[in-house]
């Protein structure tokens, strides 16, 4: 508890420190310095430097018409609601110069999205420091998942060097939050002994916190330490009950190694059915490999009557959701 609140005590201190380059990267717009609502560039003056378009104009979000008052003249919808919807719609291209112009205002959320950008350099030049201040300046604005992305930062130490003790005091500020992701976070740091001394017994509560709170794959954690005898005495039936538990909460990691194991029979007795219906599952939760593991099983028959088309198909799907190795069963299949 004392640490915990030498903790709280420490992080304003630490962000004023942290965030001085954050306001020097994305500061504020200053009167006569804007972002371009239709391209997203920076601009001075009063027309946009890379797209000729006026200070101020905005396009409507639901019917594309260009506009310069407050709400749409087509179709009455509000300025601010239709750039909330196109920063957050899902397509990066066209969300950007919403999200760009709402980052500079101040909104966590974007300012979360813009750091996005900064680090995959998309539109804008890959630029790791930009992209910290942007999640750092994102943390002020009591956004709470911007703890979780700051700590996901540290503990990382791709865009910032690993700090495991600022990732901690990240983490612990999204877990006030009731991130779920943040508890298993500190799951983690407990389990491994980062930043903290090891406590596998306090690391299970932290698992248990998380799945509760919704985080699906944090039942798998809790499964793993039985499996592995870790803190607690190994167990694999107590495992396997906190694999299902994952797997009906929807994580499909637990549905891909169950189906994994119920179609070896490696840990389980072997049952063909159930391994392919987990698999099943597995895969309309979007996971990859259990859709390779369905096309190979009807490519060879395992459990079923072997059907090329349904392999291909399983290998399409599998392609489709990034995987090179299944692009190439499927071009040998269809040889
Ligand atoms: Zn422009
Ligand atoms: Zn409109």
Redesign the pocket.
Known sequence: MIRKIWVLLFIPVLLSILMLPAFAAEAAPEEDHWICLLCGSEADGSVCPVCSSVRGVWR??????R?LSGA??????QRDD?LQEQAFCGDAMYAFPAVRYLAAQGHGDALCALAGYYEKGLILPRDPEAALACTLRACETEYAPAWLMAGKIYDRGELAERDEFKAMECFLKAAESGIPEAFWYLGVFYEEGFAVTRDTAKAMEYYRLAGEAGDADSWMSIAACYALGKGVERDFTEALAYYEKAAESGSHLACDYLGYQYMSGELVEQDTEKGLDYYRKAAELGNSRSMMALAYAWMTGQGVDPDPGEAARWYELAALAGRADAAEMLAQLQH
């Open positions: 409507c979000h639901s019917c594309r018409e506009n749409c003249r087509s179709c009455g919808k239709s």
